[in-house]
């Protein structure tokens, strides 16, 4: 007799974390969010093309890791959408945050001269 599949086991989501019009959009809180869908990172590297690397970068804050700025603002429109975010939202505080803590590298860079 065929033996029974059982189906696969439920993985516990984390909870969506709470987010609103004035929510900073930090790269942690854009995994907790993505974590939260249930969407894995292959996913979006499927749906946008945006390499793996890249995307872990984003979520990690791994500045350093990332492209120019121009690239970096397509990332996060592309990650918002297939989040259903507002990507002009998730631009706006990522790249506010992205800005400082460049300026701060720079600054930091620079003294060591």
Same mark, same amino acid.
């Given at each position: 007799?065929?033996?029974?599949?059982?189906?696969?086991? #439920?993985?516990? *989501?984390?909870?969506?974390? =709470?987010?609103?019009?004035?929510?900073?959009?930090?790269?942690?809180?854009? +995994? #907790?969010? *993505?974590? =939260? &869908?249930?969407?894995?990172? @292959?996913?979006?590297?499927? @749906?946008?093309?945006?390499?793996?690397?890249?995307? #872990? =970068?984003?979520?990690?804050? #791994?500045?350093?890791? &990332?492209?120019?700025i121009?690239y970096? @603002?397509?990332?996060?429109?592309?990650?918002? +959408?297939? &989040?259903?975010?507002?990507? +002009? *939202?998730?631009?706006?505080?990522?790249?506010?945050r992205? /800005?400082?803590? /460049?300026?701060?590298? =720079?600054?930091?860079?620079?003294?060591?001269?």
């Amino acid at each position: 007799p065929p033996v029974p599949v059982e189906a696969a086991p #439920q993985i516990a *989501r984390p909870p969506m974390p =709470a987010i609103g019009p004035k929510t900073e959009y930090t790269g942690p809180l854009l +995994r #907790q969010i *993505r974590e =939260a &869908l249930g969407i894995e990172l @292959r996913e979006i590297t499927e @749906r946008s093309k945006i390499g793996m690397s890249y995307l #872990q =970068a984003l979520e990690s804050e #791994q500045y350093a890791k &990332l492209p120019a700025i121009v690239y970096v @603002r397509g990332f996060l429109s592309e990650y918002a +959408r297939i &989040l259903g975010l507002e990507a +002009r *939202r998730v631009i706006e505080t990522y790249l506010e945050r992205y /800005r400082s803590v /460049r300026a701060g590298t =720079a600054s930091e860079e620079a003294e060591e001269e």
